[in-house]
């Protein structure tokens, strides 16, 4: 690997999800020049179509930065202090869209998989997650994805990251232009590294709901449900501000991103059984999106390219959830260089 100096690099991101705004926000707060190149703004990626309740979804290999992840978005909702008790509008630009919220998680496995309650426990304490009838109720993070990306990207120009949208067809573009690259392009991580086989699309599908005002709008829904042990029929209902995100679907290998109105019909019937509320409430839209998915979440240094590189992809349908801790994570291994 090129030699480097420790501190004040160059570096380039490339993607402007999630992760790569993370990243480039971590990366800059760390006194580096950081510019993210990218052919797709934050919200036109599957970052937008996320839920996104912290959770670590099918995210094997993460256990360096799933606790990092939590302790950092419960340091962002208590910037505001907009708890699903006092507030559900007030979000500014200077506040980020994060609240705490409280939830039930149905559990159908025997023995269930409770390996997300020892980081939640750690950082929240013992009275964050309580047994209930057929599963667990919590209080964890719930990121308002539309909000929350244009508050980060924001964050990211505010600290002196600059953009460029075009598309990088191979890392030797980048050659004498910068000390080194973080590849944070969900499914087009493998394919810029000379073809990562292990990373593969997850076609999830949901829908929006308009949340009402408890009165004649209909009911106000706060709390989230989780019902998601059977793949084939995952549920999930994520009341944000003035919307709520209903899903979903795990379908591994499909690259189609239109919303199917099979699929639709299939998630409304299993919503609105575990949430009759939503009867009462309009369907506003419908969304598709592929999930980037890999065996393992892929946070390392590659070696083999002119100049330094660094992998930050992978991460399924837990990109929110293990956004900061994959940044950090990253920042540390920019310092290694």
């Known amino acids: ?24 926000y971590e990366l800059a707060e760390a006194g580096h020049e950081v510019t993210v190149i990218a052919d797709h703004g934050p919200g036109d990626t599957v970052s937008a179509l996320a839920g996104a309740l912290w959770f670590p979804y099918h995210a094997a290999g993460t256990e360096q930065v799933v606790e990092r992840s939590l302790r950092r978005f419960v340091e962002l909702a208590a910037l505001g202090d907009t708890s699903a008790d006092t507030a559900t509008d007030d979000f500014t630009d200077d506040v980020p869209p994060v609240q705490m919220r409280t939830g039930v998680l149905h559990e159908r496995l025997d023995p269930p998989d409770r390996s997300w309650v020892a980081p939640v426990v750690e950082v929240l304490g013992d009275d964050a997650v309580q047994p209930v009838d057929g599963g667990v109720r ?93 793949p084939a029929h995952m549920t999930y209902v994520f009341p944000r501000e003035d919307e709520i995100v209903v899903g979903g679907t795990s379908e591994p290998g499909s690259w189609d991103e239109a919303p199917d109105q099979a699929t639709a019909e299939a998630i409304l019937a299993r919503a609105e059984a575990l949430v009759p509320e939503l009867t009462e409430l309009p369907i506003i839209g419908h969304g598709a999106g592929l999930r980037p998915a890999r065996e393992t979440v892929r946070i390392e240094h590659v070696d083999g390219y002119d100049l330094p590189v660094i992998a930050a992809y992978g991460h399924g349908g837990a990109g929110v959830t293990l956004s900061w801790g994959t940044a950090e994570r990253v920042v540390e291994l920019v310092g290694e260089l």
């Open 1 to 24: 690997m090129v030699a480097m100096p420790s501190k004040h690099l160059r570096i380039t991101v490339i993607g402007a999800g999630v992760i790569g705004l993370s990243c480039a």
């Open 138 to 230: 919590a209080t964890l993070p719930m990121i308002m994805t539309s909000r929350y990306l244009a508050w980060l990207m924001d964050s990211c120009r505010m600290n002196g990251v600059a953009f460029q949208w075009r598309t990088v067809a191979s890392l030797e573009e980048l050659t004498g232009t910068t000390d080194a690259a973080v590849i944070a392009g969900g499914l087009r991580g493998g394919d810029l590294l000379g073809g990562d086989d292990a990373v593969a699309p997850v076609r999830g599908q949901l829908m929006l709901f308009a949340n009402g005002d408890g009165g004649e709008d209909g009911p106000l829904l706060t709390d989230w449900v989780v019902d998601s042990d059977d």
